[in-house]
């Protein structure tokens, strides 16, 4: 027998903090699964992959976890002694131990769940709060939403909690709001049919907004109908409010959210100050962001991307998941803008605009060639060879790839 599955748990444990440390709130879930196996007594990991980090709630994510369990590959084989076991046979007998761990940005813990299953039943359940410095603090499940707020610092899923803030005010009599984080709120109001119950629902934003010690005071409102008129497909109320869903497509309720595009910045600032980048606006009430260095940077409109995340159900942290995207963008920009001013060093490069790469030749003032370094296709590979490199960018910037001259 080599090793048990608290070993393993725990090497994994150190490697899942390294992770955290590493990428910050862009760190994905990260879980295993371990058995027995019935003929050398190995503890053998049967996968280490839930790409997956967005959960509607906490229950979502262990029927997940518990789901993979059941349904892994009819035979598989043990890593060690090379014999098979078969799934049906061993569901009934072999222990399965599940170690799962999802990012609290908000908080910056990382919640990590340990389950114990046999004969195709849960048996435990043990969760736990990770900090940066390695403290645990022990987590009982099952939780509510707003249990989970009370232990953790944060909700785990603010379209669970609009779930049961719904259920405390159904039907709606009047307006209520449910504070999700500082300066982010959900609110309902019965629908409105005159001049003063506008101005009453407004009244209502005001002072709620007005409580809060965040930093702004410009607000922004967006429904969670706007998912139709936008036509959101994806993570909509429809999906996570099943219960309410026909009442809020055709009445005229409100349930909506109240967030500061201010307090997102901020929080954006924040999170992106280990990436080695900054974050800018012109102006404070500018909705356009500019994310990068001094010389290469790209930008988005961050006031948008902070009402597709309310009306989709997530957080100020949740709605990061958009901002990825442009980190990574920034960084290929960069990346991909330094390699090309070495490998064609027998052109003039300048950078323009924050990712424009402007060739000359040595001596020339005319461009030969500007590539938006921000246009190219996405680069997944490391292509550490500069071949490899050449063979991918030439044909989207019109390089020879013998010469390594523009073509006319
Ligand atoms: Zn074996």
Same mark, same amino acid.
């Given at each position: 027998?080599?090793?048990?599955?608290?070993?393993?748990?725990?090497?994994?444990?150190?490697?899942?903090?390294?992770?955290?440390?590493?990428?910050?709130?862009?760190?994905?879930?990260?879980?295993?699964?371990?058995?027995?196996?019935?003929?050398?007594?190995?503890?053998?990991?049967?996968?280490?992959?839930?790409?997956?980090?967005?959960?509607?709630?906490?229950?979502?994510?262990?029927?997940?976890?518990?789901?993979?369990?059941?349904?892994?590959?009819?035979?598989?084989?043990?890593?060690?002694?090379?014999?098979?076991?078969?799934?049906?046979?061993?569901?009934?007998?072999?222990?399965?131990?599940?170690?799962?761990?999802?990012?609290?940005?908000?908080?910056?813990?990382?919640?990590?769940?340990?389950?114990?299953?046999?004969?195709?039943?849960?048996?435990?359940?043990?969760?736990?709060?990770?900090?940066?410095?390695?403290?645990?603090?022990?987590?009982?499940?099952?939780?509510?939403?707003?249990?989970?707020?009370?232990?953790?610092?944060?909700?785990?899923?603010?379209?669970?909690?609009?779930?049961?803030?719904?259920?405390?005010?159904?039907?709606?009599?009047?307006?209520?709001?449910?504070?999700?984080?500082?300066?982010?709120?959900?609110?309902?109001?019965?629908?409105?049919?005159?001049?003063?119950?506008?101005? %009453?629902?407004?009244? $209502? &934003? *005001?002072?709620?907004? +007005?409580?809060?010690?965040?930093?702004? @005071?410009?607000?922004?409102?967006?429904?969670?109908?706007?998912?139709?008129?936008?036509?959101?497909?994806?993570?909509?109320?429809?999906?996570?409010?099943?219960?309410?869903?026909?009442?809020?497509?055709?009445?005229?309720?409100?349930?909506?959210?109240?967030?500061?595009?201010?307090?997102?910045?901020?929080?954006?600032?924040?999170?992106?100050?280990?990436?080695?980048?900054?974050?800018?606006?012109?102006?404070?009430?500018?909705?356009?962001?500019?994310?990068?260095?001094?010389?290469?940077?790209?930008?988005?409109?961050?006031?948008?991307?902070?009402?597709?995340?309310?009306?989709?159900?997530?957080?100020?942290?949740?709605?990061?998941?958009?901002?990825?995207?442009?980190?990574?963008?920034?960084?290929?920009?960069?990346?991909?803008?330094?390699?090309?001013?070495?490998? %064609?060093?027998?052109? $003039? &490069? *300048?950078?323009?605009? +924050?990712?424009?790469?402007?060739?000359? @030749?040595?001596?020339?003032?005319?461009?030969?060639?500007?590539?938006?370094?921000?246009?190219?296709?996405?680069?997944?590979?490391?292509?550490?060879?500069?071949?490899?490199?050449?063979?991918?960018?030439?044909?989207?910037?019109?390089?020879?790839?013998?010469?390594?001259?523009?073509?006319?």
């Amino acid at each position: 027998m080599t090793g048990s599955w608290e070993q393993e748990v725990r090497n994994r444990q150190e490697f899942r903090a390294q992770m955290v440390r590493n990428f910050g709130f862009t760190v994905m879930d990260h879980g295993v699964a371990l058995t027995c196996c019935p003929h050398c007594s190995t503890v053998s990991a049967l996968n280490s992959a839930f790409p997956d980090s967005d959960w509607n709630s906490l229950p979502h994510l262990v029927s997940v976890i518990e789901a993979f369990v059941d349904s892994r590959p009819e035979e598989m084989t043990c890593t060690v002694c090379k014999e098979p076991f078969a799934r049906e046979a061993d569901n009934n007998s072999s222990d399965y131990w599940l170690w799962h761990s999802h990012f609290l940005s908000e908080v910056k813990q990382d919640l990590q769940l340990l389950i114990h299953r046999k004969y195709g039943k849960t048996a435990w359940i043990e969760g736990m709060l990770v900090s940066s410095t390695g403290e645990i603090k022990p987590l009982t499940l099952p939780l509510s939403e707003s249990e989970f707020k009370v232990r953790a610092g944060c909700f785990f899923s603010v379209k669970q909690a609009w779930s049961d803030f719904m259920r405390e005010h159904w039907p709606i009599s009047q307006f209520a709001a449910l504070q999700i984080s500082e300066g982010y709120y959900l609110v309902v109001n019965p629908p409105i049919n005159a001049d003063s119950d506008l101005q %009453l629902f407004k009244d $209502n &934003c *005001v002072q709620l907004v +007005g409580k809060s010690t965040s930093a702004s @005071n410009q607000y922004e409102f967006a429904d969670l109908s706007w998912a139709d008129s936008w036509h959101f497909e994806e993570n909509t109320y429809h999906q996570w409010l099943s219960d309410y869903e026909s009442d809020l497509a055709s009445s005229e309720i409100i349930a909506g959210v109240l967030a500061s595009p201010q307090q997102f910045y901020s929080i954006m600032q924040r999170e992106l100050n280990s990436f080695d980048c900054w974050l800018r606006r012109d102006g404070e009430n500018n909705p356009t962001a500019f994310l990068g260095d001094d010389e290469y940077y790209v930008s988005f409109d961050y006031r948008e991307y902070l009402i597709n995340a309310m009306i989709k159900g997530y957080s100020y942290w949740g709605a990061l998941r958009f901002v990825e995207p442009i980190l990574e963008l920034w960084e290929q920009t960069r990346a991909v803008g330094e390699r090309l001013k070495k490998i %064609l060093g027998h052109y $003039n &490069c *300048v950078v323009f605009g +924050g990712h424009y790469l402007q060739f000359r @030749n040595k001596g020339g003032k005319k461009i030969v060639r500007e590539v938006d370094l921000a246009g190219l296709a996405e680069c997944d590979d490391e292509l550490e060879e500069d071949s490899a490199f050449i063979a991918w960018i030439a044909p989207q910037i019109g390089l020879n790839t013998q010469t390594l001259k523009f073509r006319s």
